[in-house]
């Protein structure tokens, strides 16, 4: 669900003026990306944690019927807590350690404002820390951030409950 987030995040750094790759899935990780020095500065959302987890079913917190308009009703049936992995790697021009380590916490603090601008549904972040592969480190920092993003699982398809396709504008109409 949190893919569909993905375009909104980067039309919200575009607006922003930022120069920042934004994708999805876990095999854009892997892959380097060489824009030259300052400019591959990069975000990267990967479902789950390392040990493949995807996360927990936890009680709904708004059980009972909710209107939709036009004679429709949903349930909350559970909430996905789901949990991500966001990549946050940036370089300078300076190429000095203290100036990509500031560009990388710089990059993550716009991740955090993004998030809290497009997706404001229930999420919260997590652990924080440096991946420190040494082929990395020479050309930039990366930060690895735990994020958990709590879904409501309706007893019909969320093209019904958000027919606009744009789940991550919070609760649905009527709720």
């Keep these: 669900m949190i893919a569909a987030s993905v375009g909104p995040i980067r039309e919200y750094f575009a607006a922003q003026g930022l120069v ?42 708004q059980p009972g019927p909710r209107d939709l308009g036009n004679n429709d009703v949903a349930r909350s049936l559970a909430n996905w807590e789901a949990l991500y992995t966001v990549f946050v790697w940036a370089a300078s021009l300076s190429r000095g350690e203290e100036a990509t380590f500031e560009a990388a916490e710089e990059l993550f603090q716009w991740v955090v404002r993004a998030f809290a601008a497009v997706y404001p549904a229930e999420h919260a972040w997590g652990d924080i820390g440096l991946v420190v592969d040494p082929a990395v480190l020479v050309h930039g920092t990366e930060l690895r951030v735990a994020l958990t993003v709590r879904f409501p699982l309706y007893d019909v398809p969320l093209k019904r409950v958000f027919p606009s396709g744009q789940v991550n504008k919070g609760t649905p109409p009527g709720a």
């Design 20 to 61: 920042a790759s934004v994708v999805f899935g876990r095999r854009a990780h892997p892959s380097r990306v060489n824009q030259g020095a300052g400019s591959a500065n990069r975000v990267i959302i990967q479902p789950g944690d390392d040990g493949g987890r995807l996360g927990r079913i936890a009680p709904t917190h």
